[in-house]
């Protein structure tokens, strides 16, 4: 099992460029995440989706907007950049019932110009 | 948006030492958990909780979920130098069980 999957790794954008990161996980989990990690923040959530369907806003959605493709997939897209979009985002998965732990991606780095 | 306060902000300590950082909030959490990210990678899960007073330990790591259920805490034992990341705590609220909510993270440094 991969577990979480993002691409990609590393990105530059120049401000007002659009781009959509991938997230994949297969551990067949109902829920999946995307956060944000900024120096001294530690991670903010952005959106999130319980279940194949639905989606819903996380602290800090705008300038986001997010899809859920099945159930493995995941998608956060940037329609128009800004400089304050960098930061590294994270993916994370999460079983369904009582269980708590999310499970995290590798990470994608992000550099808006 | 809620962030748990997390101590200390950054440690460094000398190899072999213990280590001690706690998580602490002002509403009561069912669920703590505690993770570690290395450099350029996403945060991995050390450690669950989910009873109020739990004491579970992985290898050299102990956690505890404090009796009031607004704290928790993490200590690692005989520190190692791959012991070097960012710690995390993150907790589950009992009126949300989507999310979690992490904390700002303690930095550790280990010196041979």
């Known amino acids: 099992n991969a577990g979480v999957t993002q691409t990609p790794k590393f990105q530059v954008l120049k401000t007002g460029q659009s781009m959509t990161l991938q997230c994949a996980q297969d551990?067949?989990?109902?829920?999946m995440y995307w956060y944000r990690q900024d120096p001294g923040m530690g991670l903010r959530l952005i959106y999130y989706?319980?279940?194949?369907?639905?989606?819903d806003k996380g602290e800090v959605p705008n300038g986001y907007n997010v899809s859920r493709l099945n159930k493995r997939e995941f998608s956060l897209r940037l329609e128009s950049a800004a400089p304050s979009q960098t930061s590294v985002y994270f993916c994370?998965?999460?079983?369904?019932?009582?269980?708590?732990?999310?499970?995290f991606g590798p990470g994608t780095r992000l550099t808006v110009l | 948006g809620q962030q748990l306060n997390q101590s200390p902000q950054s440690m460094f300590i000398q190899e072999g030492e213990d280590v001690s950082m706690n998580c602490t909030s002002s509403?009561?959490?069912?669920?703590w958990l505690w993770y570690k990210q290395d450099p350029g990678e996403g945060p991995v899960l050390l450690i669950a909780?989910?009873?109020?007073?739990e004491l579970t330990s992985n290898g050299r790591l102990t956690a505890q979920f404090g009796i009031t259920r607004k704290d928790s805490f993490l200590n690692i034992s005989a520190s190692i130098p791959s012991d070097v990341g960012i710690y995390f705590c993150?907790?589950?609220?009992?009126?949300?069980?989507?999310?979690?909510?992490f904390g700002t993270g303690t930095r550790l440094q280990v010196f041979p």
């Open positions: 993150a907790g589950q609220r009992p009126d949300n069980t989507d999310k979690l909510i």
């Open positions: 509403s009561i959490f069912n669920t």
């Open positions: 909780l989910y009873k109020a007073g």
């Open positions: 994370a998965s999460r079983s369904s019932g009582g269980a708590s732990e999310q499970f």
């Open positions: 551990m067949n989990h109902n829920s």
């Open positions: 989706s319980a279940s194949e369907g639905t989606t």
